[in-house]
Structure formats: C-alpha cells, structure tokens
C-alpha cells in the first residue's frame, strides 16, 4: 500500500524559511515523477514543483528563485525548501506523484495528507 506522509508545515513571518518534507512506503520514490501542490482557503489546487525520475526539478513560477525541490532517493524522502516566503503562499501543501511529469497535469497515482504553512504579514 502507497503512502505519501508530509512533514515540516508551520506558522512563519514573511521572509522566513520552511523545509517540507514527504515520506514514501509501499513504493520507491525514484521510480516515479514527484511533485509539491498547494491549496489555498478558495482556491484551486496549483503545482508548486516537481521533480522527475532523474532528479531534474520544474517550478510554477510563483516558486522560482525562493523554492528548492529535492528528493533522496535513498530513503524515499522528497523536500521542498521554501525561502522568502510571502503571506499568498499560505496553504496546505502536499506531496503526489502526477501521471506525467510536468507542472500543468493534473492527474495523480496518489497523494498524501497535505501539511498547512502559514505565513504572516
């Protein structure tokens, strides 16, 4: 059985930092392209990154240049390293693996629980 477990969701001031992390069981996280989503109160589910099988990452652009997505292949770990964080960036976060490997599908093999952050003016 397939889980996606995140980790790391907080409460922060603008311009602070948060590191997410998603544990994968029941498959290996390298198999598979993975990707960060979020969710506003509101609003529609949005890619915020991804990563395909080679370690090659892809970003929407409100991520660009304050965002990192990294996954250790290892232990199944995929992170997202969020700096400059800004207050539309509250969300809950979570961690899938789209059915192809780009920042626009919107089809998914699973999902996991999702993590809130929150950012503060």
């Known amino acids: 059985q397939v889980e996606l477990v995140e980790s790391g969701g907080g409460s922060v001031q603008a311009g602070g930092s948060l590191t997410l992390s998603c544990v994968a069981s029941?498959?290996?996280?390298?198999?598979?392209?993975l990707g960060w989503y979020r969710q506003a109160p509101g609003e529609e589910r949005e890619a915020v990154a991804i990563?395909?099988?080679?370690?090659?990452?892809s970003y929407a652009d409100s991520a660009k240049g304050r965002f990192t997505i990294s996954k250790d292949n290892a232990n199944d770990i995929l992170y997202l390293q969020m700096n400059s964080l800004k207050p539309e960036d509250t969300a809950i976060y979570s961690c899938?693996?789209?059915?192809?490997?780009?920042?626009?599908?919107?089809?998914?093999?699973?999902w996991g629980q999702g993590t809130q952050v929150t950012v503060s003016s």
């Open positions: 899938a693996a789209p059915t192809a490997c780009s920042v626009v599908v919107r089809t998914f093999f699973f």
């Open positions: 029941g498959y290996t996280a390298s198999s598979f392209c």
């Open positions: 990563i395909d099988n080679d370690g090659s990452p």
